[in-house]
């Protein structure tokens, strides 16, 4: 179809046959991914371009307090401030790597998702099939308050995120116990096992990110440290040290939860067990969850969370955006609110969600470094401060990918 239409036409046209008419051109020229020089784009630019897309955020929605702190508070905000409709739909991991892949080899020139909630054996894959639009972290102005030189931020799973991923949230890893049936929780690998084996059936992890977070956690002591399995995946050196941890699992695994047999398939699971009673440890990669637990009158009051001896893991999360997304300045704009001091402080309640800030509180202007030392205090989690100097690294994605693959064949296939 021509696309010039003539002033004679124009005058015939009725206004609905008008924009029909807009409606149809557009079409012609067929889907097209939001592109722009983001190096040469100011940002006033971008906030204008972003002006009435409509973005589709892909992320988990296991979780209530999240689901509101997204759809009922960064939803309504960037809609009224800036113009753009977020759209949240689920999915996580596996899931967001096959569903870019598939749109990659049906050569699909515009991805029908913009962003995605995001971190490591995630970040890894995608960057290894070049899904990911980037470097942009640069040109997002909340992001000067961010220290990207903290390892525990500008590193995922000992991978720089190089602009590609934006810190969102900050956490560390916490077994959770009940202190009306528990009165004093085992402190390390050897008093746990003590423990599970004392109290059949009390015990048991899931399958999911936390359960293998915990199993790498404690995979990282036996390997006597941080620093044995730091760099990049080494089968030669994980092999030997995961010997150990399959070994540990399984002797102790005929006093889990229904005798080992079967386990929670995800932390919201594992959640359930504990709430109910069936077992007196749960665990979390948040270490602020506890409160927003209790708080939901999911957990009770007698609820206590801390980081064993041996050290729990922290890291980041972190939003991506896709690189054919096709509302890439609704996007930037998502993300540049999602680290504002105020979007931060709102995240860092405990009534609203209790997920660590990434935010460098010191860079922050006077006022909001004020607001934040302020923050309402945790009840019953541990505060970070007091649990920081226990905080472990993230390993290579590697490591995590084959703990999935060897819990499987060698924990829950073995009889």
């Not at 002033?7 to 046209?13: A, E, G, I, Q, S």
């Not at 080899?105 to 971190?119: H, L, Q, R, T, Y």
């Not at 995120?161 to 009165?183: K, T």
């Amino acid at each position: 179809m021509n696309a010039a239409a003539t002033p004679d036409l124009v005058k015939r046209l009725s206004r609905r046959s008008w924009v029909a008419l807009l409606v149809l051109l557009a079409g012609c020229a067929g889907p097209k991914a939001d592109e722009f020089d983001l190096a040469a784009a100011p940002w006033a630019d971008i906030e204008a371009a972003a002006r009435g897309q409509t973005v589709n955020l892909v992320m988990w929605t296991g979780d209530p307090y999240i689901n509101a702190y997204v759809r009922g508070y960064v939803a309504p905000e960037v809609r009224d401030r800036y113009g753009v409709t977020l759209n949240v739909s689920s999915g996580q991991g596996n899931q967001l790597v096959s569903m870019l892949m598939t749109e990659q080899e049906a050569g699909k020139p515009v991805s029908e998702f913009d962003m995605m909630w995001i971190n490591g054996e995630t970040f890894y894959q995608l960057r290894q099939i070049d899904a990911l639009f980037g470097p942009f972290t640069d040109h997002l102005p909340n992001a000067r308050y961010i220290d990207f030189e903290n390892p525990f931020i500008g590193i995922d799973f000992q991978q720089r995120v190089d602009g590609y991923e934006m810190p969102w949230g900050n956490v560390q890893f916490i077994l959770i116990y009940d202190g009306a049936r528990v009165s004093e929780p085992p402190r390390d690998r050897e008093a746990l096992a003590a423990w599970v084996k004392a109290h059949p059936g009390r015990f048991t992890f899931d399958t999911s990110f936390a359960g293998m977070t915990f199993l790498k956690t404690l995979l990282i002591d036996f390997a006597g440290g941080p620093e044995a399995l730091a760099g990049p995946f080494d089968a030669a050196r994980y092999e030997p040290v995961a010997a150990k941890l399959w070994a540990y699992v399984n002797a102790i695994k005929p006093y889990f939860w229904k005798s080992g047999e079967t386990f929670p398939s995800g932390v919201a699971q594992l959640h359930r067990l504990f709430t109910s009673g069936e077992i007196d440890f749960t665990m979390s990669n948040n270490d602020g969850e506890v409160d927003n637990k209790v708080l939901q009158g999911l957990f009770p009051e007698t609820t206590r969370a801390y980081v064993p001896d041996f050290g729990s893991i922290q890291n980041s999360h972190y939003m991506g955006i896709v690189k054919t997304a096709p509302h890439k300045a609704g996007a930037l704009v998502v993300c540049n609110f999602l680290i504002s001091p105020e979007a931060q402080l709102r995240k860092l309640d405990p009534q609203v969600w209790g997920d660590g800030t990434v935010l460098d509180v010191d860079r922050l202007p006077p006022e909001w470094q004020e607001r934040f030392r302020h923050a309402p205090p945790r009840r019953f989690a541990p505060r970070r401060a007091d649990i920081e100097g226990r905080a472990l690294q993230e390993l290579a994605p590697e490591y995590m990918i084959r703990l999935y693959e060897d819990f499987r064949t060698e924990v829950i296939e073995k009889r």
